[in-house]
Structure formats: C-alpha cells, structure tokens
T-cell receptor, first 113, second 112 residues
Framework: ETGVTQSPTHLIKTRGQQVTLRCSSQ?????VSWYQQALGQGPQFIFQYYREEENGRGNFPPRFSGLQFPNYSSELNVNALELDDSALYLC????????????FGEGSRLTVL | LAKTTQPISMDSYEGQEVNITCSHN???????ITWYQQFPSQGPRFIIQGYKTKVTNEVASLFIPADRKSSTLSLPRVSLSDTAVYYC?????????????WGLGTSLAVNP
C-alpha cells in the first residue's frame, strides 16, 4: 500500500466528452505527477504539480489540464476525448527534496468509445 | 534527459538469480538511477535507487560501474511472484521538476 488513492478505478466515455480523474497523495507529500500508460507501453509523463502550481509538463496537448489543492490532492482533466486517450492514468506522489521515490496509485482505467 | 535501453523481455526459473542490465550512455552528473516494478493493471512500485557503486536493500541489489553508463538490477532467488515489468529510469533527483523517461521496460517471466 502506497497511501495514494485514485478514483474512479474504471470508467467509460465517448469521443468528445470530458473526464476528471482524482488522486489523493500520501500524507506529507507535496508533489503530484500524472502519467498516461497505454497498453504494452511504459508510463508517459503528463505533468507535475508542486505546492499547487504546475512545474513540469510532458508532450501532451492543452486539453490535458490539472489542479492541485491545498491538501495536495490533485485532479487530471481531459477535454474533447479522443479514442487514443484510452489508457491507464497513473498518479504518483512524492516529497520534494527527499529520496526521489515516487509512490503510485493503482490507476484509473479510461476507455473512450 | 537521459534515455535508457534495456532488454524487452527475459525468462528465468524459480530460485535463480536474475540480472537486468540497463544502458544510459548520456547520464548526467546529477542523475540518479532508479528501478521500478510493475504488475499488470497496477501502478509501478519503487525497488531501488542508486548513484554509484553498489546499493542493496531487502529485495534487490543495484550495481553501477564507475563510468555510470550502465547499471544492473540483481534479483536474488526469484519466485513466480517476481513476474512483472521492470523499468530503469535515469533522472535528476531534484524533486520539483522531474521528467523521467519511461521506456518499455523489461518483461520478466519466472517459470516454475
């Protein structure tokens, strides 16, 4: 158990819809990063939030956006869903300046039809 | 950002020692080497991290030569439950701007 929880665990959407995924970080962790993992691929970094501000972003379009709240929980929002957005979305929390270990949640499996 | 190269797949048998080597030729001075394990439909789990020489914990050892251009994850006496994908990552341990590149990983199959 990493102490990182994600919701929902599974969901199905149709093209063009919007989705919000949620992540509760481990207690004491102030940094949250989000990853997209397609089937058979490694996780791809979407973005990272540190103390409520985005401070790193991967090669994802603006329709992927996020938030981090004062309690360091986080949301990933994806607008105008496309079929290729079908993937496992992973959230990882960490504490800035610590060992660098990322603590992952179990992920949210998104299927876009 | 340092790119890593590791074997796509490996096979082993229960009780054997497994060594997975990762190449990272353009590793930077402040980069650390970190290994994660991932089971299907679960998030990756941290195994071990190192900077140079050898690091050992209760589940694995990490060997890093002096030039740091490669590293080897060693799993002693593997069991069926070690069947998973193993990722080698190289990146700065800065904490607040981490953009680690995850490759395809090494899919390890442990057979009875």
């Amino acid at each position: 158990e990493t102490g990182v929880t994600q919701s929902p665990t599974h969901l199905i959407k149709t093209r063009g819809q919007q989705v919000t995924l949620r992540c509760s970080s481990q207690s004491g962790h102030n940094t949250v990063s989000w990853y997209q993992q397609a089937l058979g691929q490694g996780p791809q970094f979407i973005f990272q939030y540190y103390r409520e501000e985005e401070n790193g972003r991967g090669n994802f379009p603006p329709r992927f956006s996020g938030l981090q709240f004062p309690n360091y929980s986080s949301e990933l929002n994806v607008n105008a869903l496309e079929l290729d957005d079908s993937a496992l979305y992973l959230c990882a929390s960490s504490f800035n300046g610590a060992t660098g270990e990322l603590f992952f949640g179990e992920g949210s499996r998104l299927t876009v039809l | 950002l340092a790119k890593t190269t590791q074997p796509i797949s490996m096979d082993s048998y229960e009780g054997q020692e497994v060594n997975i080597t990762c190449s990272h030729n353009n590793i930077a001075t402040n980069d650390y080497i970190t290994w994660y394990q991932q089971f299907p439909s679960q998030g990756p789990r941290f195994i071990i991290q190192g900077y140079k020489t050898k690091v050992t914990n209760e589940v694995a050892s990490l060997f890093i030569p002096a030039d740091r251009k490669s590293s080897t994850l060693s799993l002693p006496r593997v069991s069926l439950s070690d069947t998973a994908v193993y990722y080698c990552l190289v990146g700065a341990n800065a904490g607040n701007n981490r953009k680690l590149i995850w490759g395809l990983g090494t899919s390890l199959a442990v057979n009875p």
